[in-house]
């Protein structure tokens, strides 16, 4: 069983910012194409990036040039730096396997970028 933990999220200017981590329980992390998910208020969730236990990786269009996402294997630990962020960034920030596993959705991490 895979738990997740998103955290990182917070209130940013247009341009700006911020790095979202998401820790993971149990051995199988390493293993997994593990993804960033987001969803903003009145729309379905998205995924925005996802990296494969290798290290390669591939970003939605909305994202690319300004998202990247990393892991840390040892660690148990995946990262989603955002740069040049936009007020359309605004929504929770998910983590989870892709595709992913139903059970395993965490509280998410708010982000807002507003001026």
């Known amino acids: 069983q895979v738990q997740l933990v998103e955290s990182g999220g917070g209130l940013v200017q247009p341009g700006g910012s911020l790095r979202l981590s998401c820790a993971a329980s149990g051995s199988v992390f390493r293993a997994l194409v593990m993804g960033w998910y987001r969803q903003a208020p009145g729309k379905q969730r998205e995924l925005v990036a996802h990296?494969?236990?290798?290290?390669?990786?591939n970003y939605a269009d909305s994202v690319k040039g300004r998202f990247t996402i990393s892991r840390d294997n040892a660690k148990n630990t995946m990262y989603l730096q955002m740069n040049s962020l936009k007020p359309e960034d605004t929504a929770v920030y998910y983590c989870?396997?892709?595709?992913?596993?139903?059970?395993?959705w965490g509280q998410g991490t708010q982000v807002t970028v507003s001026s």
């Open positions: 990296i494969r236990s290798s290290g390669s990786t």
């Open positions: 989870n396997s892709a595709p992913a596993i139903p059970s395993a």
